[in-house]
């Protein structure tokens, strides 16, 4: 058997397992879908936003990219957002990231990539903002560590720069914004910032007529 036939395979065995638990399985997530959360992680296999929170289809809507970016001009994030913001009305955005992001590690080397490194670039940029705080850790572990907690940080913040969010926040109170980090090597997230709504930020950031 071919290795793209085994998920076939695997997916007539887990439907028949839903409806054998939940007959109204398939029926009830058929008509409506009203996830609360908004998942905004990285595109890595071994992060699942599914299998390691333990949610089932229907509750969290999902966008993944390479190392979990919010990148204002990136036309497929926006819509994600503005559709889960305005249309689902979720009440949580979570940006998660992971120790030992490959998308991280290679923008903080050198080794051009081609057009990723565009795309990287935006890390870099997180790098350069907190420079002296990586910087004043020795070893480059920790240094990695630390730069894929700031561009958590840094992403979430990037959420409450949108129009899409402040606008929410003003009329909804909602959503908060959330930061977490996975790790890989025990299966654990780690919440490194929480933004709630209306929170004060760096006022050339807001926005006076939403
Ligand atoms: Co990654």
Same mark, same amino acid.
């Given at each position: 058997?071919?290795?793209?036939?085994?998920?076939?395979?695997?997916?007539?065995?887990? @439907? /028949?397992?839903?409806?054998?638990?939940d007959?109204?399985?398939?029926h009830? +997530?058929? =008509? #409506?879908?009203?996830?609360?959360? $908004?998942?905004?992680?990285?595109?890595?296999?071994?992060?699942?936003?599914n299998?390691?929170?333990?949610?089932?289809?229907?509750?969290?809507?999902?966008?993944?990219?390479?190392?979990?970016?919010?990148?204002h001009?990136?036309?497929?994030?926006?819509?994600?957002?503005?559709?889960?913001?305005?249309?689902?009305?979720?009440?949580?955005?979570?940006?998660?990231?992971?120790?030992?992001?490959g998308?991280?590690? @290679? /923008?903080?080397?050198h080794?051009?990539?081609?057009?990723?490194?565009?795309? +990287?670039? =935006? #890390?870099?940029?997180?790098?350069? $903002?907190?420079?002296?705080?990586i910087?004043?850790?020795?070893?480059?572990?920790?240094?990695?560590?630390?730069?894929?907690?700031?561009?958590?940080?840094?992403?979430?913040?990037?959420?409450?720069?949108?129009?899409?969010?402040?606008?929410?926040?003003?009329?909804?109170?909602?959503?908060?914004?959330?930061?977490?980090?996975?790790?890989?090597s025990?299966?654990?997230?780690?919440?490194?910032?929480?933004?709630?709504?209306?929170?004060?930020?760096?006022?050339?950031?807001?926005?006076?007529?939403?």
């Amino acid at each position: 058997m071919k290795s793209f036939e085994k998920l076939l395979l695997e997916n007539k065995a887990w @439907a /028949a397992e839903r409806i054998e638990e939940d007959p109204e399985f398939f029926h009830r +997530l058929e =008509n #409506i879908q009203r996830p609360e959360f $908004l998942w905004i992680g990285c595109s890595d296999s071994r992060v699942p936003a599914n299998e390691i929170t333990g949610t089932q289809p229907g509750e969290i809507f999902v966008h993944r990219n390479i190392a979990n970016l919010v990148v204002h001009t990136d036309l497929n994030l926006l819509s994600v957002l503005e559709y889960a913001v305005h249309v689902l009305e979720v009440k949580h955005i979570i940006v998660c990231g992971h120790y030992g992001c490959g998308g991280v590690k @290679a /923008a903080i080397g050198h080794h051009s990539m081609g057009t990723i490194n565009k795309w +990287l670039r =935006n #890390i870099k940029d997180v790098y350069r $903002l907190h420079q002296t705080e990586i910087e004043s850790l020795t070893d480059d572990d920790s240094q990695l560590d630390k730069l894929i907690e700031l561009n958590v940080k840094e992403q979430v913040l990037n959420l409450a720069k949108t129009s899409i969010v402040q606008k929410s926040w003003k009329h909804h109170n909602r959503p908060s914004l959330h930061g977490w980090v996975y790790r890989l090597s025990d299966g654990i997230l780690h919440p490194v910032e929480l933004i709630e709504p209306n929170s004060p930020m760096d006022h050339i950031y807001e926005y006076d007529n939403l």
